[in-house]
């Protein structure tokens, strides 16, 4: 619906245009205002869209042409008029489609974890707070995995930074299948992951965080081998700071590892 406003707004900024240029005396040029509703089109609505918009004021512009330019005006002279404005405009809209993919391509940058796909620290976070002020809300249960892996250090040490970053790759890909589709993954930083399980109790995650500590330990049968530890924390419609939740679920990740590592532990409720 916001699309075909879009479009039947810029549709009318052209008709006003034309009716300007139809109207104004002959060397009053406002051809080039049509340039306006087409470069707002190819930045709104995409370059096929513009290129329509392009096409219909071109179509305009040299019907006004024929009235306003001198009798006997060569009919080449009228297409040389007219394919330099389509010419000028179409380099706009060009640089205007890259600089929309550059935009696009930085804003997956700063969301998404290139190495495994899973959102960046940043973006975890800031989905979290969102989680937890609809748990609050409307008084629904949210549950959140910490996942650090065991002696990962090791691995890139014995077998190179090329072998560490495949095995994350392969994480991050056990850790999807683990889960459903309404979770959310998000990597903080080397080694460390966290889940975020929107309307989960913590038996529930509990379950999915021993799941998942299993297919992650599945995921490598050879060497090296990888395994996690899974700290879980429950949170009711008290919500808490998203800080706090991570703190805590942290704090309980240690606990496993200090129990002797590849182990899931929940924290008690505060």
Do not use: C
């Not at 703190?247 to 496993?256: C, H, I, L, W």
């Amino acid at each position: 619906m916001r699309r075909v406003l879009r479009l039947t707004a810029n549709a009318g900024l052209v008709v006003a245009v034309y009716w300007l240029d139809a109207h104004t005396a002959p060397d009053v040029r406002l051809g080039m205002l049509y340039a306006v509703p087409v470069v707002l089109v190819t930045w709104q609505d995409g370059l096929a869209a513009g290129i329509v918009f392009l096409a219909g004021t071109v179509v305009l512009g040299y019907a006004v042409g024929l009235d306003q330019l001198p009798v006997g005006t060569p009919f080449a002279t009228r297409i040389v008029n007219e394919g330099a404005f389509a010419l000028v405009v179409g380099i706009a809209m060009a640089g205007l489609v890259q600089l929309h993919r550059t935009q696009r391509d930085l804003a997956r940058l700063a969301t998404y974890d290139q190495l495994t796909g899973a959102l960046t620290s940043p973006a975890f976070t800031a989905r979290l707070a969102g989680e937890l002020e609809r748990s609050r809300r409307y008084h629904r249960p949210l549950a959140l995995l910490y996942v650090d892996l065991d002696d990962f250090k090791a691995v890139n040490d014995r077998h190179g930074h090329g072998t560490g970053d495949a095995v994350l790759r392969l994480v991050g890909d056990a850790i999807q299948r683990a889960l459903r589709q309404a979770d959310v993954v998000g990597r903080l930083g080397g080694d460390e992951f966290a889940v975020l399980m929107p309307e989960t109790e913590g038996t529930v995650a509990l379950a999915a965080a021993t799941r998942l500590a299993a297919n992650i330990r599945g995921a490598f049968q050879g060497t090296p081998s990888v395994t996690a530890s899974i700290g879980v924390v429950a949170s009711g419609d008290s919500g808490g700071l998203p800080e706090e939740l991570l703190r805590r679920a942290d704090t309980a990740m240690y606990e496993a590892k200090r129990g002797g590592k590849d182990r899931v532990i929940q924290a008690a409720n505060p």
